[in-house]
């Protein structure tokens, strides 16, 4: 049986609905349509309304394109039309108050996404006295173009106003605001650890989970130039922020769309960081919003108070290599000279190769490719912050074979479906498998509860000489530290030991 709920705002009156004990209101808003004169300008506040907004249906969804073809299949894309697209949704108990808050931030590589992916249905953490809220951000140029007279990182921005947001409206939901966990998956977890990193951000949440993404993929200025330049090129306009404006939204997502595939298709020599970054749209070290590096800023003392419980998978890169059949186009001169620019010696791909007797160059470079753009990046980021600090857990979703997922594996991706428990959908059973574990959900959903309740998700933290990483799967493995030989293989710079 369904009912209503109403609920006030300081800016209005929220109509919802109550399913099964679980609160839900969907579409509000929580900063004014960013297009006419808020059009690439920072997120604007919310102008009250008079009588009792629907929130029963989700709410529009900011100006994107779609997933590469090779992985539509996998990752869903939601399109809703309508300007008011920075919105956000909220699950709640229906009976009580001062309950922990998660505020989801999507993944998308900050072109794709949206808060009402239907994976991210926060029903089963309500059900298990979460309050959870689920975002949009501006993506693309859109959200992260650096041009003259505008505004950097209005995509971050947008984060920030939505977790004001919260501070200020949780509690009438049945959240506690003192109690505020920031969680995300991919590019969701980088601009996490940019919001560790962001001045603008203190005191905002209180804990973070960042799942498959760190701190490495921030822009410097000089890379940040070189896309404005780029898109503005491809647009035929001057990089302004006047001239970037004018520009209709579908033809500025056609414009990310391009420079993304060049970027990804292109040189070191061209693109310079870009070229190994591969993500020319993210939040820019601006001087502002984005003072320093998110590493630099954490080995400063930056959100030292903040708990952090930093998650990979075990496979992740798979996902970008197994749809499209390119894992079977890699042979010994392409894994070695992949490897090379990456950093990784002739030494370390032997290392790789001895510790995977018989495998294909394609599965080796798969691995190398997962550990220098997930693992070591979260390890380093635990690695940056001082002593004393807040406790650092590290977690590594194990659950999925290959032989589950059509060569997948534990991917990048894989483990999203399990922390919402939303296993069941139809759309997700090619990357979670026919016939997913409901141990492994109740494994992994369990996990980021305890942390969400209680900062502890129930196995050691890190510290300055040990790094215990709990294995998800049917169960917890906590082991003391996974891939010493891999680790110590990467060139002294990109090393994640502890001295």
């Known amino acids: 049986m369904t009912d209503a709920r109403v609920v006030s705002t300081s800016t209005g009156r929220v109509r919802g609905t109550v399913t099964d004990g ?288 930093l998650s990979t998978t075990r496979d992740e890169y798979r996902l970008f290599v197994v749809p499209s059949g390119l894992i079977e186009t890699i042979d010994d001169t392409t894994l070695a000279a992949v490897a090379n620019s990456l950093g990784l010696s002739a030494e370390g791909v032997e290392v790789y190769r001895a510790n995977r007797p018989g495998a294909p160059a394609g599965d080796v470079l798969t691995d190398i490719q997962t550990d220098y753009r997930f693992w070591m990046p979260a390890v380093r980021l635990a690695q940056a912050r001082p002593a004393g600090a807040a406790p650092t857990w590290i977690a590594r979703f194990d659950a999925l074979d290959r032989a589950d997922n059509d060569g997948l594996g534990s991917c990048h991706a894989a483990e999203v479906p399990f922390v919402f428990g939303t296993t069941g959908l139809t759309e997700k059973s090619r990357l979670v498998g026919s016939h997913p574990s409901a141990k492994v959900t109740e494994t992994v959903h369990g996990a980021w509860v305890r942390f969400l309740r209680d900062r502890d998700p129930g196995w050691p933290a890190a510290d300055g000489t040990a790094r215990p990483t709990a294995l998800l799967g049917a169960g917890i493995e906590v082991v003391p530290d996974p891939q010493p030989a891999e680790r110590d293989a990467w060139k002294p710079a990109e090393r994640g030991a502890w001295k």
């Open 22 to 309: 679980v609160a839900r209101f969907l579409g509000i808003p929580y900063a004014q349509a960013p297009f006419g004169e808020n059009r690439l300008r920072p997120p604007q506040p919310v102008r009250p309304w008079t009588g009792e907004r629907d929130a029963t249906a989700y709410g529009p969804t900011v100006p994107k394109g779609n997933y590469p073809a090779y992985v539509r299949h996998l990752l869903h894309e939601v399109d809703i039309p309508g300007e008011e697209c920075l919105n956000l949704n909220v699950w709640a108990p229906a009976d009580g108050d001062a309950q922990p808050v998660m505020v989801w931030i999507h993944g998308g590589s900050f072109t794709n996404g949206s808060g009402s992916v239907a994976e991210y249905d926060g029903s089963g953490f309500a059900a298990d006295g979460i309050v959870t809220v689920t975002i949009n951000y501006r993506l693309g140029a859109e959200g992260f173009l650096a041009v003259t007279g505008g505004t950097p990182n209005l995509g971050l921005l947008d984060m920030i106003a939505a977790l004001r947001w919260v501070r200020s409206e949780i509690a009438a939901f049945g959240g506690d605001p003192a109690r505020v966990t920031v969680a995300g998956e991919s590019a969701g977890a980088m601009a996490i650890a940019t919001l560790l990193a962001a001045p603008a951000a203190t005191g905002l949440f209180t804990a973070a989970v960042l799942q498959s993404g760190a701190g490495a993929n921030a822009l410097s200025p000089a890379a940040a130039d070189l896309v404005a330049r780029r898109v503005a090129d491809h647009l035929g306009v001057p990089a302004t922020r006047d001239a970037i404006a004018g520009v209709p939204p579908q033809r500025l997502v056609q414009a990310t769309s391009a420079i993304s595939a060049q970027v990804i298709a292109g040189r070191r020599a061209e693109w310079g960081e870009l070229a190994l970054k591969r993500l020319p749209f993210a939040p820019v070290v601006d001087g502002e919003v984005l003072p320093r590096p998110p590493e630099e800023a954490l080995a400063a003392g930056a959100s030292a108070e903040v708990p952090l419980l």
